[in-house]
């Protein structure tokens, strides 16, 4: 089997710390003799300079033929306002990828806020609350009138159940195999409840997985009290929106936040963090984030192709990562070290 990965730098840092999350893979790779055809494709501005488009229809046709991508930060708040071609690759809603699933892990050695944290956060990100990347036409929310604005919410059995049997099955590969479902059911009866309903249903066919629900104002309590309790979670779009930065920061921020945008047969790495324009170009750039996110595509990869030499490719990139991080002599200034970008990738790259 010979994966398919494209590869888009995105903006900004993304030409510094995606280079290094590729030569990372490429490094686990080889060592455990997994065949992947890498392909570069234009995003952002520089899709815009070739194809006159932030997102390019050539990009995205050669995205649909592979089994993932890696894409980096796409600077759109210094895009040109209202001007078509210059917009935020709505990449998640083109390619229907529905679960955001976002790792938080602490260091013994950088600082946090708690220690032995290691969650894994999904996000369903199709629907719930509306804005404009998840609506076919027009827009989520209104104002009818000066004293009145309006928002709608949308659940549907469908969307909880993939992101919910997507969490089952990344807390089946777990050692602690523990899921929690949040949510805020009796209140909001009809839409959380659906989406209770429908994780419900599913942990009848996991009866290996420790399945439980919290309300999502006495869970945010509990993350910030008390993290090493929880395991794998799984929520609704705009609280898993919130829930996931204050995980970030629980265990030192979003430059060790990475991130993979699932959907039903592809999925995009791309670390949580934005494309960081004031220190582009600078050689600073903490690369963690975006090779952990590449990290996860070989981990998504392995499940979902079967292709153990994936997962095993995912344990190496981790247990390097681990290393390097514990022996501390080679992390960015963001992490405490006085590394560069590319020196924290080559010390990753020999670790492996």
Same mark, same amino acid.
């Given at each position: 089997?010979?994966?398919?990965?494209g590869?888009?730098?995105?903006?900004?840092?993304?030409?510094?710390?995606?280079?290094?999350?590729?030569?990372?893979?490429?490094?686990?790779?080889?060592?455990?003799?997994?065949?992947?055809e890498?392909? !570069?494709?234009?995003i952002?501005?520089?899709?815009?300079?070739?194809?006159?488009?932030?997102?390019?229809?050539?990009?995205?046709?050669?995205?649909?033929?592979?089994?993932?991508?890696?894409?980096?930060?796409?600077?759109?708040?210094?895009?040109?306002r209202?001007?078509?071609?210059?917009?935020?690759?709505?990449?998640?809603?083109?390619?229907?990828?529905?679960?955001?699933?976002?790792?938080?892990?602490?260091?013994?050695?950088?600082?946090?806020?708690?220690?032995?944290?290691?969650?894994?956060?999904?996000? !369903?990100? %199709?629907e719930?609350?509306?804005?404009?990347?998840?609506?076919?036409?027009?827009?989520? !929310?209104?104002?009818?009138?000066?004293?009145?604005?309006?928002?709608? /919410?949308?659940?549907?059995?469908?969307?909880?159940?993939?992101?919910?049997?997507?969490?089952?099955?990344?807390?089946?590969? /777990?050692?602690?195999?523990?899921?929690t479902?949040?949510?805020?059911?009796?209140?909001?009866?009809?839409?959380?409840?659906?989406? =209770?309903?429908?994780?419900?249903?599913?942990?009848?066919?996991?009866?290996?997985?420790?399945?439980?629900? =919290?309300m999502?104002? %006495?869970f945010?309590?509990?993350?910030?009290m008390?993290?090493?309790?929880?395991?794998?979670?799984?929520?609704?779009?705009?609280?898993?929106d919130?829930?996931?930065?204050e995980?970030?920061?629980?265990?030192?921020?979003?430059?060790?936040?990475?991130?993979?945008?699932?959907?039903?047969?592809?999925?995009?790495?791309?670390?949580?963090?934005?494309?960081?324009?004031?220190?582009?170009g600078?050689?600073?750039?903490?690369?963690?984030?975006?090779?952990?996110s590449?990290?996860?595509?070989?981990?998504?990869?392995? /499940?979902?192709?079967?292709?153990?030499?994936?997962?095993? =490719?995912?344990?190496?990139?981790?247990?390097?990562?681990? /290393?390097?991080?514990?022996?501390?002599?080679?992390? %960015?200034?963001?992490?405490?070290?006085?590394?560069?970008? %590319?020196?924290?990738?080559?010390?990753?790259?020999? =670790?492996?």
């Amino acid at each position: 089997m010979v994966l398919k990965i494209g590869v888009l730098l995105g903006d900004d840092i993304g030409l510094e710390v995606v280079p290094e999350c590729v030569k990372v893979l490429k490094a686990a790779a080889a060592k455990v003799g997994l065949a992947v055809e890498w392909q !570069e494709l234009p995003i952002g501005k520089r899709g815009h300079e070739l194809h006159g488009h932030t997102m390019p229809q050539p990009t995205v046709a050669a995205l649909e033929k592979g089994d993932g991508f890696i894409c980096g930060p796409i600077g759109h708040a210094a895009y040109p306002r209202n001007d078509p071609t210059w917009i935020m690759p709505p990449l998640r809603k083109r390619f229907e990828l529905f679960a955001s699933i976002k790792p938080v892990k602490s260091y013994s050695n950088i600082q946090s806020v708690h220690k032995n944290v290691d969650i894994v956060f999904l996000r !369903e990100v %199709t629907e719930g609350m509306q804005y404009s990347g998840t609506v076919v036409m027009g827009a989520g !929310e209104f104002r009818p009138n000066d004293d009145t604005s309006i928002g709608m /919410r949308v659940i549907t059995r469908r969307g909880a159940s993939r992101v919910a049997r997507e969490a089952f099955e990344i807390a089946r590969t /777990r050692p602690r195999r523990k899921l929690t479902a949040v949510h805020k059911e009796p209140v909001y009866r009809v839409c959380c409840g659906m989406f =209770a309903e429908e994780c419900r249903k599913l942990a009848k066919e996991y009866p290996d997985v420790d399945y439980g629900e =919290a309300m999502v104002d %006495t869970f945010s309590m509990k993350l910030v009290m008390a993290p090493q309790q929880y395991d794998v979670v799984v929520t609704t779009n705009q609280f898993g929106d919130i829930l996931t930065d204050e995980g970030a920061g629980v265990v030192g921020g979003l430059g060790l936040a990475p991130g993979l945008c699932a959907g039903a047969n592809l999925a995009m790495s791309q670390a949580t963090h934005g494309s960081a324009p004031d220190i582009a170009g600078k050689g600073i750039a903490n690369p963690y984030a975006m090779i952990m996110s590449g990290k996860m595509l070989f981990e998504w990869l392995g /499940r979902k192709r079967n292709e153990p030499k994936a997962t095993e =490719a995912a344990k190496r990139i981790d247990a390097a990562m681990d /290393r390097v991080i514990a022996e501390a002599k080679a992390l %960015t200034p963001d992490l405490g070290g006085k590394a560069s970008t %590319t020196q924290m990738g080559d010390a990753i790259v020999a =670790a492996i």
